[in-house]
Each structure stands twice: as C-alpha cells, then as structure tokens.
C-alpha cells in the first residue's frame, strides 16, 4: 500500500514539475510569430454545395499565404437583418478586410459603404450592391450566364415554346442578372413565350411546393430555366411525379461536380444543361492577400463560364473528377504534414519534460517518502470518509428522483384530469339549463337547481386543480392591469348578497380610499377573493357578521385588502398549517373542501410581490390580509396590459348553498323562429369527443346545415371541399390541433373568409389571447353557455352578411374601405377586381377563366365570391359590365353598339335588353336622361 500511495504522489509531483520546466523550455525555444491580417467573411448561406466548394477552395488556397488568418465563416442563413448584424461583429473583432456575399443589394449596400469608409477593404464575392464604393468584386458574369441559357433554349426548342423560370432570391443580384440576361436573350425570338415565373428562394423544397400546381395549372410549358441546379433537380423531380419528365426540358446553373452536381445531373439526362458558375475561392484569397500586401489588383474580376450538355459533359466530368482526387491528395497530403509536425512538437515537449522529471526527482525523492509516510494514515481515514458521503449522497439522490417523479406524476394527473373533466361538465351544464329553460313543476326546478349548482361546483374545483398545476410547473403568467381596487373588490361582493341576505349574515363594506388605483392580475386577485369570502361564509353562521375592508399603507406603500369574520374561528395549531397544500382542519358548517384554496390564494398573491396574513382565535372569528404594493415596478414588462381586463373569472359561478336556486347565467333564451325547411348557412363541426359533437349537431342543426369531422385534419379537408359559412373547433385534438388548424384556414385563400369559432378546455388568459392572435373570431371555454354559444354564431353570421350588403356586389376602388376584411381577402378582393375589368371587353370572359387564374376550383370561386359580395361571380361580371356601359355612354364618344362591344356583349340586342333591366330605360334614353341633367 505504501508503495503504492509512493508512486502515486511521485508521478503527480514529477508531473507537475515537469510541466512547469516545459513550459518554462518551450518559451525559451519558441520561433517568433509572424504578423497577421485577419479576415472576416460573411456568406449569405453556407448550406448549398456550390458556396460549400467555394470555401474548401478558400481553406486550400489559405495555406499558401501563412500571414492570412480567417475568421470562422458567419453563416447569415438567407436573413439579410442577420447578414448586418454578422458584419457588425466581425467589425468588432478588428479585422483588416471583409469579405462578403450580400445576401440582397439593397438592404446590404449601406453597410458595405460604411465598412469602406472606414478604410477596411471589401471584396464583393458572387453578388453586388447597388453601389460603386467597394475594393474588388469576384464574380461569375451572371446577365452572360443568362444570355446563352437564352441562346441555349431557343437552340433546344427550335425557337418556338412556353418558358417557365425559377428565380433565386429577387432581391440578390444573380438572380436580378441572370434575369435579365435571360429574358433579353428570349426577346430576340418572338416564337419564345416566357408564360410564368416561380420563386424558389435558391432552395429545392420552395420548388417541391410551388411548382407541382404551376405546372397542372399551365401544361403548355416545354422548359424551364431555373437559377441554380439544386432547384433545377427539384423540377425534374416534380415533372417525373407528374408524368412530365420526357417532354420538359431542364436548364440549370452552377455546374459542380460530385453527387447530385450539374455536371452528374447532365451526365444522367435527369437535365439537358447547366452553366457552369466558377466559384472563385482561391481567387478570392489571392485578391485579399495582393490588397493587403499592397500588389496591384483589378477592381472587377468577372470569372468566365461554359455551357455543359450532352456534347461536352464526358470530358468536363473526367477532368472533374480529376480535380477532385487531385484536391482529395493534397488534402490528404496537408494532413499528413500537420500530423508529422504534430508529432515533431510532441517528441520536442516529451523531451522537455524529460530533462525536467530527471531534475524534479532528485530534489523531490527524499521529500516525497517522509510525506507519504506520515500521510498515509490520514488519506486512509479519508477514503473511508469519501465513501461514507458517497453512499449518504447516493441514497439523498435516489430519494430525490422519487420525489420528482412522485411531484411530476401528481401535476400530471391533475392537469390531464382537469382537462377531462371540463368536457362531461360542458355537457351537463348544457343539458341542465336547457331543460331549466323548458320549464317544469316546482320540485323538478329545484332538483335541476341542484344539479346545476353541483357541477358548477365541480367545476370550481377543476379550475382550482388547473391553477394547482400551472403553478408546480411555474406557467402561471401574470397580467396586470391598473385598477380601482375599491370598485373591483365592491363589485365583487355583489355576487354574495343574495347568499348573506338568505342566510341574514351582515356583509359589510368598507373603504377609506375614494380612489385607489393598484397593478394587479383582475383573474388572479378574483380568486383570492373568491376563496377567502366562500370560507367566511362557510366558518360564519346564520345571522353572523363578514366585513371586507380596503385600506392604503402609506408607510410600507401598500394596498391592504382584509377579509374578517365573526365565526367559529381557527385554533392555533391549525392556523400554522392553514396555507398548506392539501392541509384541512376543523369542517365548517357549510361543509369541507379540497385544502387546495388558501395555498393557491397564498401562491397567486406572491406572484404580485405581495403577501397573505391570517389571524384566527377558536370561537372569535377570522381575519385575513392580503397585501400589494403599489406602483408597477415590482413587476416585469411582459407582464403588464396597457388597458384595464373587462369582467371576472367567476362571474360566472357565485357562491352558493345547498339550498340555493340559482337561475342560469345566460343570456335570455330567444323567441322560437320557424325553421326553414333548408337552412341556409352551413356549420363546420370539429371536435373529437363524439358525445358533446352529437350534442351540439342536435343543438344547431335546427338552425344550421352542420357537418362534422372528429379530428383536425378531416375538418380541415371538409372546410376546403366544402367551404362553410362557419367553422367550430375544438382546440385539443388528434392529427391536428385547433390553434394549428386556424394558421392554416386563415391563410388558405380557399377558406380565409370563413369566420372561426373555438371550444376549448384551456381557460387560462394566455391561451386566449393566443387564439385570438392565430386568427380565431371567438374564443369560449369549456363548460359553454349553449345560448350564449348560438348568439356569437348568430352575431359572426350576421356581421359578414352586413359586410356583403355594404359592398352590394360593387368593390370600393379605395382599399381603406376594406379594412373590416381579412387581408388576404382583400387582397382577393382586389386581384378579382383587377382580373374582372382587365377582361371586360372580352365576350368569353367566363368563371372558369377566372377559376384557373386564382388556383381554385369553381365551386370554391362561387363560393368565396358569394360569402365576400353577397351575388355569384356572373352577376357580378353582369354588374361591373353594365356599369361601365353607362359611363361610356355619358362620354358620348360611341354608339350604343359600340359600347356593348367594348364591355363585351357579342349581341346589341342582348346588351339593350340587360341594360333595361338594370337600370329601367334604353341605353339611348340614358344618355339622353342623363345628358338633360347635367
């Protein structure tokens, strides 16, 4: 053992003093560090193969200049605000020239102006700016590139056929010069027709989604030219799922060799060609390193291309692939001497420290074994001691992770509970105050009373249960408002008149403030309340006493709210456990409860910065403080509202006794109207609980054509085949959830119009407020209030009716009119608009026409025209031609028969006849009626 502890301590001391000596050689036989310029780079995007063989090049090329040091490459990921912010840094990091790929010109160009300004060289790399104030560009010439695809097309198609073109990124310039150089190329043949453009943002997947609708919608196209071969491989890959790969041509650019490249591409026929885009990274090294070494330089450095087909494609992919087992050798090359110096460095430092142990031991041997020998007895009660701790540690822990999982378990339960319950209450609140409203005996009343009562108890506890378990988990977000607190708290106590009056207890209020305006969470101090007045009345007997007072501490700056009673009271032992969770001492005469309430008020007034105070004597009564301070600093930014949040969180569920009737807090149940014997609007109905969607299709379907689905994804299906007046869903569901569902009905041009309705067990005020931001026109918690449920639907149906009867069927030229639409529907609106009278004059300006111009089919077209105006998509086309029939008609310049050609009736006699109907005289006596009046 001793020996053992010997070496041990030996090799450590060596060590150390082997190191140091090391370190103290290796400084002296250090070479000198040459001097360096640093340079920063920022690429657009480093995810593309063709700017990934850009910076290998790069990282090859810097090995021939040892004075060059690049920073790491800032990836700005397609984000030009995030390109601004990158370049920013690298100025930061005092570097001597910047490299750049602008990700779009015009928001780059400014700080690139700035950057030269400042003295610090910029090399423009593959892109521009839409300035002159730069040191170098490096670039493949990108109108040329887009000249011989022209040139190239033209060749392929025999200077006859419909061209679709797949941009990059509009706002780079490749894109913009390739553009251009393109279409110049096609004006010189008049047989070339570029029919339609797509953008693919220089990704594959932009093309995978837009281009398989593009091509169903226009199956005239014979080729495409697309920006880069990435996006080119996606269009041939959509033509292949399409059935259209042998009669579409394919041209891309870029031309990399490897896997999937332009030139492997070629080479398989997937494409017919590609251009090749030199990358330019070595050059873009050596243009730096002749700038900071002060070597003349050209300022544009235009890098030159080829185009690869069928004829050359052979001999570029050899010669490719050449180069790259070239690169590949000297990569491997490059290696193996950064491996031999690293083992030279190695061999130099172990000879250091041997020269050093050898000198340490000596002078430490004799040290060493007198230490270990009267150490040696200490480090064995150590080890001793060390497992002692180990095992007690070991043990805490494993208690420990019980516990979480024991924690983590009962939060779980709670919320999935909760949840659950609020569905079966949904249904039996529904059911109960429906059959209230039909009336009965007396003693049935009373027996619905009671059963009403219960479940809004029960639902009392569920909301409790919710709250229990965003606070375990830390999610109970505040939202403070300022307030008057003695209005709020007066009018809180109206809902326990009734109950003190039924049951002669004095409830008394008092308030030495007239105003006292606090920042407090209205949803959150409600149930404070709540839970401190239902155990007042719970521990107060008949004919007792509860006072509620609001006072101001001026002293500690703080707002005092005291609850006090003259009942049965506390005894000491249990007013120290009072706040617990779960804990529950003496049962009140109004009977016992969960032990949930006052630890939750305790929790909820902790989150303001305040604090909760009992004072309870057995036989005197109880008193309770709940303190806030003033002001709002004490809370965080995120947690304040601007404005004051109407109503409470129980406003709905008062307190109540066994033996009370309450009436249900709804709104008055309308007179019966006669049912049509076709409804007339059709309601979309999601929800994946079959027994409360059964309940309200029985409910609504006497007003309303419902159709259900019982998950997200069918609704979503049935709300574009069919397109509903309004839709209803739950939020909660499988395949697809509510919030998701209402993204995507909101920005489908198909269904954006249809107004949204959701049913939800999440109650809390985040959830709302972010259903109502995703879209949804009404937001109601689970258990509903049926009638209240069927006046939103009534009120949303209504309003989009008062909306077409506003617009009767004549768009408003100012698009401010249409402020009350959804914006992708005005934007509907006015692309409608636009294609009706652009199309006017032509007599076979048809609905179908217009359906292949939106990408919707006719029904869905009819539809969405009908649900915005009000009339179908030929009378419109009716209305509009008429109108500006008659306007022509006032400028007197035409015939009558000329004007019905212009605004395309085929037939006069036709044109005479639907202008009489329209406007109850000729086109002649129209002109002539409104000429005397003028």
Not at 133 to 138: E, G, K, M, Q, V
Request: glycine content about 6%.
């Amino acid at each position: 053992m001793e020996d053992r502890l010997l070496a041990r301590y030996s090799f450590w001391l060596l060590a150390l003093g082997s190191m140091a000596a090391a370190c103290w050689l290796s400084g002296c036989f250090q070479a000198p560090v040459p001097a360096q310029f640093t340079i920063g780079f920022s690429q657009c995007t480093t995810q593309d193969a063709w700017r990934q063989t850009m910076e290998a090049e790069m990282r090859r090329a810097l090995s021939f200049y040892p004075d060059l040091r690049l920073l790491p490459i800032a990836d700005a990921q397609n984000d030009s605000k995030r390109q601004i912010e990158q370049i920013r840094a690298l100025l930061a990091q005092g570097i001597d020239l910047l490299v750049v790929s602008p990700n779009e010109a015009e928001p780059i160009t400014p700080l690139i102006e700035e950057v030269y300004a400042r003295g610090i060289p910029v090399i423009l790399l593959d892109r521009r700016t839409n300035s002159s104030l730069y040191t170098a560009y490096l670039g493949g010439d990108n109108t040329e590139i887009g000249r011989a695809a022209g040139e190239y097309a033209a060749r392929l198609l025999g200077e006859k056929g419909e061209i679709l073109e797949i941009w990059g990124l509009r706002g780079s310039t490749p894109a913009i010069d390739r553009h251009d150089g393109f279409e110049a190329a096609l004006r010189r043949y008049p047989g070339l027709h570029p029919r339609a453009q797509l953008d693919g943002h220089w990704e594959k997947e932009a093309v995978q989604e837009q281009l398989p609708a593009l091509l169903q919608q226009h199956p005239e196209i014979d080729l495409i030219f697309a920006h880069n071969d990435r996006m080119a491989l996606a269009a041939i890959q959509v033509a292949q799922r399409l059935g259209r790969d042998r009669s579409l041509r394919v041209i891309g650019v870029d031309g990399l060799p490897g896997p999937n490249g332009g030139i492997e591409l070629v080479s398989q026929g997937l494409i017919n060609a590609t251009l090749l885009y030199p990358t330019g990274g070595e050059e873009a090294i050596r243009i730096a390193a002749d700038i900071l070494h002060h070597r003349p330089f050209q300022k544009e450095n235009l890098l030159q291309t080829t185009l690869i087909d069928n004829r050359n494609v052979r001999i570029i992919e050899m010669q490719s692939n050449k180069i790259l087992q070239q690169q590949a050798s000297i990569k491997r090359q490059e290696e193996r001497i950064g491996e031999q110096q690293r083992i030279f460095q190695n061999q130099t430092t172990a000879l250091y420290v041997l020269i050093a142990s050898l000198a340490v031991s000596i002078l430490l041997g004799a040290w060493l074994y007198k230490s270990l020998i009267e150490r040696k007895e200490a480090f064995r009660q150590l080890e001793q001691q060390k497992e002692e701790i180990l095992d007690q540690r070991n043990q805490i822990l494993a208690m420990s992770d019980k516990a979480e999982a024991a924690t983590q378990a009962q939060v779980h339960f709670f919320t999935n509970v909760s949840h659950e319950f609020r569905t079966p209450l949904t249904l039996i609140l529904a059911a109960v105050e429906g059959l209230q409203a039909l009336g009965g005996s007396r003693e049935t009343k009373q027996d619905l009373g009671l059963v009403r009562t219960n479940a809004i108890r029960l639902l009392r506890l569920v909301n409790q249960l919710m709250d229990f378990s965003k606070v375990e988990q830390q999610k109970m977000q505040v939202r403070a408002s300022e307030n008057e607190l003695p209005v709020f708290v007066k009018e809180l106590l109206q809902a326990y008149r009734k109950v003190a009056d039924k049951r002669n207890i004095e409830l008394r209020f008092f308030s030495r403030e007239v105003s006292l305006p606090v920042w407090f969470d209205v949803h959150m101090l409600d149930k404070v309340l709540f839970n401190l007045l239902s155990n007042a009345f719970k521990f107060t007997r008949d004919g007792g006493r509860i006072d509620v007072v609001v006072i101001k501490d001026p002293i500690e700056n703080q707002a005092i709210v005291k609850v006090e009673d003259n009942g049965s009271g506390m005894s000491a032992e249990h007013v120290a456990h009072a706040f617990e969770r779960f804990y529950q001492g003496p049962v009140p005469p109004a009977g016992g409860g969960t032990g949930l309430g006052l630890s939750l008020s305790r929790e909820l007034v902790q989150l303001h910065g305040g604090e909760i105070l009992l004072w309870s004597e057995k036989g005197v009564g109880t008193r309770f403080e709940v303190k806030l301070p003033l002001g709002k600093t004490h809370f965080q930014d995120d947690q304040l509202l601007p404005t004051p949040v109407e109503g409470l969180a129980y406003e709905a569920y008062k307190f109540y006794t066994d033996d009370d009737e309450p009436q249900p807090a709804t709104l008055p149940a309308p007179p019966p109207a006669q049912q049509d014997p076709a409804p007339e609007h059709t309601l979309l109905l999601i929800e994946d609980n079959s027994e409360l969607r059964q309940f309200l299709q029985r409910k609504l379907g006497k007003d309303y054509q419902v159709l259900e689905a019982a998950d997200g994804e069918s609704g979503l299906d049935l709300a574009c085949r069919h397109v509903p007046d309004l839709i209803l869903s739950d939020v909660m569901m499988p395949a697809r959830e509510g919030l998701s569902l209402v993204k995507i009905l909101k920005s489908d041009l198909r269904t954006s119009h249809i107004p949204v309705v959701l049913l939800t067990a999440k109650a809390g005020m985040e959830q709302k407020i972010e259903g109502i931001q995703t879209g949804a026109d009404a937001y109601l918690t689970k258990p509903f209030n049926l009638i209240f449920l069927q006046e939103i639907i009534k009120n949303l149906l209504q309003s989009r009716a008062a909306l077409r009867e506003r617009f009767g069927g004549n768009l408003p030229a100012d698009s401010r009119r249409l402020a009350d639409v959804a914006q992708i529907d005005q934007q509907f609106l006015q692309k409608f608009r636009d294609a009706v009278e652009q199309q006017l004059a032509d007599p076979q300006l048809s609905v179908q026409g217009l359906c292949a111009g939106f990408g919707l089919s006719r029904v869905q077209l009819y539809r969405k025209v009908k649900s915005l105006l009000g009339e179908s998509v030929n009378d419109y086309i009716q209305h509009a031609r008429l109108k500006k029939a008659s306007l022509l008609l006032l400028e007197g310049k035409h015939s009558v028969a000329e004007v019905a050609y212009q605004v395309g009736y085929s037939s006069p006699g036709y044109f005479a006849t639907a202008f009489k109907t329209r406007y109850q005289c000729s086109p002649s006596e129209w002109r002539e009626r409104q000429g005397k009046s003028d």
